[in-house]
């Protein structure tokens, strides 16, 4: 099958869906509605499922020379620090094959958009702001806001949890506010206290709230994240500036490290968002379009999967297109190998996302529930 396939949004899922399909010869056009392509200063974790892709992709090595890779990750007491219990990365190497990574947004993407860019230099279009799109048996039109428009024989919406494609295909579904509010930060090493830098990648889970933090960049930065439930936010965005006053106050019972590394955020450096959620879609493809990544199942933080899940999506797809005579074909088995996976990992951490923050509640990581398990390389499609 020859193809020309639209992807809208250029975040880790669009690209990694890109590249998934110019390595199995198809040409993609991918559009950004921001005026560059990039991200957020923030981290995430890479785990063995997604690494597998990343391999299958041919980035896994530079991404894995950009990134941190801890020795132990450690569950500690949010009170005074003590560890609780701890996993190697050795133990996670040797049942896996892949050690886990704490990769710096920016990173992966930069990777990605290489590649992408080194297999077709007009592939990518940033300040493309979707806004509608037709669809017949002869294939899928996108029209953007600054009048632009492309035809393609299928469309990608991987533009995200408030995606504009799904709002499109799918309306009166709007986003919603989850009752959690997140705080963000990246931290100098040289301001990380020493306590903090030695257990490296830990997380403390304290009622209605946790700490986690982890080194990025072979430890030249701290990543710091804050996750509590709240009652209401109305902001839209997940770049709100913060001020490490109310950062602290509402983390001021834990361990005095912890509160300190807060203090030392450096000014302009910490922000906050309002988690936002949607409820699974019954269909990921309508037609011609088919929704990837947090666009098809809006993933909170707790299972450290959100990016994991969209690699996984991307690789399915590209050998799903290479697997099928026809578009509809391909569609159909995208979301026949993905979609119970996809919902089933947003609702598991909408769960984790409770325990963590309750104690009665038991709590089941992404390696406790058997999710490094899967190898999107190989699985059926």
């Given amino acids: 099958m020859r193809a020309k396939i639209i992807i809208i ?61 801890v020795n132990v990750m450690r569950q500690c007491n949010y009170a005074t620090g003590e560890v609780i219990s701890a996993r190697t990365n050795e133990q996670i190497i040797e049942k896996y094959g892949f050690a886990t990574l704490q990769v ?20 990518l279009h940033p300040g493309h702001e979707f806004v509608s799109l037709k669809q017949d048996s002869s294939g899928a039109a996108v029209s953007f806001a600054n009048g632009a428009s ?75 994240i804050g996750c509590g439930q709240a009652a209401a936010w109305e902001e839209e965005g997940w770049a709100i500036p913060a ?26 450096a910490l922000f906050k968002w309002g988690l936002r959620d949607r409820d699974p879609l019954k269909s990921w493809v309508l037609g011609r379009v088919a929704m990837l990544g947090d666009a098809a199942h809006p993933m909170t933080p707790f299972l450290g999967q959100g990016a994991c899940i969209a690699i996984e999506d991307a690789l399915l797809l590209g050998r799903a297109f290479a697997a099928s005579a026809s578009v509809t074909e391909a569609l159909r088995r995208y979301e026949d190998a993905r979609k119970e996976r996809g919902t089933n990992v947003q609702l598991w951490s909408r769960e984790e996302g409770l325990a963590l923050q309750d104690p009665t509640l038991p709590r089941r990581s992404a390696v406790d529930r058997g999710l490094l398990d899967y190898n999107p390389a190989s699985v059926s499609v």
Avoid at 106 to 113: P, T, Y
Avoid at 248 to 267: C, K
Wanted: charged residues 25%; aromatic residues 6%; glycine residues 10%.
């Fill in 9 to 69: 949004g250029a975040g880790i899922g669009g690209l990694a869906a890109a590249l998934a399909l110019q390595r199995r010869g198809f040409k993609v056009a991918v559009y950004e509605r921001t005026a560059e392509i990039r991200e957020i200063g923030a981290g995430l974790m890479i785990w063995a499922n997604a690494r597998r892709a990343l391999r299958d992709l041919g980035v896994d090595s530079a991404l894995e020379a950009a990134s941190s890779c």
């Fill in 104 to 123: 710096h947004r920016g990173d992966l993407n930069r990777v990605l958009v290489e590649a992408v860019r080194a297999n077709d230099p007009e592939a």
């Fill in 150 to 224: 492309d035809h393609g024989d299928a469309v990608i919406g991987a533009d995200g949890n408030a995606s504009a494609v799904r709002s499109f295909l799918f309306p009166g579904e709007a986003t919603r506010f989850n009752g959690q509010v997140a705080f963000r930060a990246l931290i100098p090493d040289e301001l990380v206290p020493s306590s903090v830098r030695e257990h490296e990648q830990a997380m403390h889970a304290g009622p209605k709230r946790y700490l986690l933090h982890y080194p990025l960049r072979g430890g030249r930065i701290m990543n710091l």
């Fill in 243 to 268: 001020t490490n006053e109310e950062f602290a106050e509402a983390y001021a019972d834990f361990a005095p490290d912890l509160v300190e590394l807060i203090h030392n955020i450096p000014p302009g």
